[in-house]
């Protein structure tokens, strides 16, 4: 019988100490409870640091998994942002079909239909802020930057953080407008003229949204070329970057006042 | 200002703990202590309910359900001599809680799942006290496996109950008379109660190995 403890392994006379502690720590698993006092037997290799060195060891081992785990929301945004496009569908299709009923006959089936409607809508709600708040923590700059729904809408259609971060800047200004820029590939090939996209989604950035026509694109051009860094520092170091916010302002106003 | 416990008091009626260190989830920090909010901890409901534990300050204690750590920084208060291997699974409260055992010494954090106490065998050592807060439907099947792998013989357990968690359905006096047999199955039941107005259809169970 040999024996995995966070420190080593143990055959019931000599302990082979673990050269990774963290390693070890993740792998001390034993089919039914230790017939040795664990403690004992690891202040004999460990002397009195033994418990220093456990919670050290513990420590930087959750730290690390919480890391990992906490990478994973994205895909719980991809998920929400998901769901909120059926939502805003189903919402939708029952209005018209209130709609429908309402215009032949007023009656009692009515009045839930609209409870239902008005639940959905809350429900939106609640996914929206959920999402603004994942995103907080998950992609800081880019939430500041774009906002939390433009920055999630990104995301979902990258797919995963790990995805968008490798998208260039070209590539997120115009995610969401595929179709047009296919359309326009195509009739490049053939040697006719064509329209390439200027934005996708990220035209719903009120930066982009409020400037004449002819000064989108390159608004359009600046933000995307800054999201891309902002989504880099979000996955790789997290923290926030408040001059990517403040360039993008400047811009705006410049592009605003010309 | 009175003693309750070890490290525990009443001063001007409130519960608070000898404390060291700063505040954790927003409670007062005042000369000393720090407020022992019993709406926001069960194990303080439960001494306000007047039910006490006689530690000496250097048990070691297996902590189920640590969550961010709201009634852990207490419990690490109470224990200050001893050891709480806190277990908790979900990653976001468990931030919360790592900030917690960074500043704690006497705090083991453990990101793992309750109910696979063979996952953390080789890690956790015997301990003298077995608290579990985890809400969950087989809550009762997974203390019986932690205290088979870690409780002393003469070890004690500390279960909160939520009768919602276990049916969500049946009367709360009816989930909490099946939840004592089965418990009362295994172990010796030295006193339960109910942790009315702080908590709503929660009971604490306070138990030992026999």
């Known amino acids: 019988m040999r024996y995995n403890l966070w420190f080593g392994t143990y055959d019931g006379k000599d302990v082979e100490v673990s050269e990774n502690f963290e390693d070890s720590f993740l792998r001390a698993e034993n089919p039914s409870p230790l017939p040795f006092n664990i403690f004992e037997l690891g202040s004999q290799v460990l002397g009195e640091s033994y418990y220093r060195i456990l919670r050290k060891t513990a420590l930087k081992v959750s730290e690390k998994q919480i890391e990992r785990e906490l990478k994973r929301e994205d895909r719980y945004v991809v998920a929400l942002v998901k769901a909120l496009e059926e939502i805003d569908e189903a919402t939708n299709m029952l209005s018209e079909k209130l709609e429908d009923i309402k215009a032949v006959k007023e009656s009692d089936i009515t009045e839930s239909f609209e409870d239902k409607i008005r639940n959905l809508k809350e429900l939106r709600k609640e996914i929206e802020r959920e999402i603004e708040e994942v995103m907080k923590k998950i992609a800081p700059n880019m939430t500041e930057l774009a906002g939390a729904k433009v920055a999630a809408k990104l995301l979902e259609r990258a797919g995963s953080m790990e995805k968008l971060v490798r998208f260039p800047a070209s590539k997120i200004q115009v995610i969401g407008a595929e179709k047009s820029l296919y359309k326009a590939f195509s009739r490049m090939k053939k040697g006719k003229k064509a329209k390439v996209p200027k934005h996708g989604i990220i035209f719903l950035h009120p930066f982009i949204r409020t400037l004449p026509k002819s000064k989108r694109g390159k608004m359009a051009r600046f933000l995307a070329a800054k999201l891309a860094i902002a989504a880099k520092i979000d996955y790789f170091r997290g923290e926030v970057d408040e001059s990517l916010y403040e360039s993008i302002v400047k811009r705006y106003e410049e592009l605003r006042r010309k | ?210």
């Open chain 2, 1 to 210: 200002m009175k003693e309750l416990m070890r490290n525990v008091y009443l001063k001007d009626g409130l519960l608070v703990t000898k404390s060291r260190y700063g505040s954790h989830y927003g409670e007062k920090v005042f000369d000393g202590f720090r407020e022992w909010i019993p709406w926001r901890s069960k194990l303080a409901a439960m001494i306000l309910k007047g039910h006490r534990l006689r530690l000496k300050g250097d048990e070691k204690v297996l902590y189920l359900g640590a969550a961010s750590g709201t009634t852990v920084s207490h419990l690490a208060d109470i224990v200050d001599e001893g050891v709480i291997y806190a277990v908790e699974y979900a990653a976001k409260p468990f931030e919360k809680l790592l900030e917690l055992a960074r500043e704690r010494e006497n705090i083991i954090p453990l990101l793992f799942d309750a109910s696979k106490p063979w996952k953390y065998s080789g890690i956790v050592e015997k301990v003298d006290l077995i608290y579990q807060d985890i809400a969950q439907k087989n809550q009762i099947e997974i203390l019986e496996s932690n205290a088979e792998f870690f409780l002393k013989a003469e070890g004690e357990v500390i279960i909160m109950v939520k009768a919602r968690s276990i049916d969500s359905t049946a009367d709360p006096e009816f989930v909490f008379e099946s939840v004592l047999r089965e418990i009362g199955g295994k172990f010796e039941i030295l006193n339960h109660g109910s942790l009315m107005p702080y908590h709503k259809d929660h009971i604490f169970i306070h138990a030992r190995m026999s």
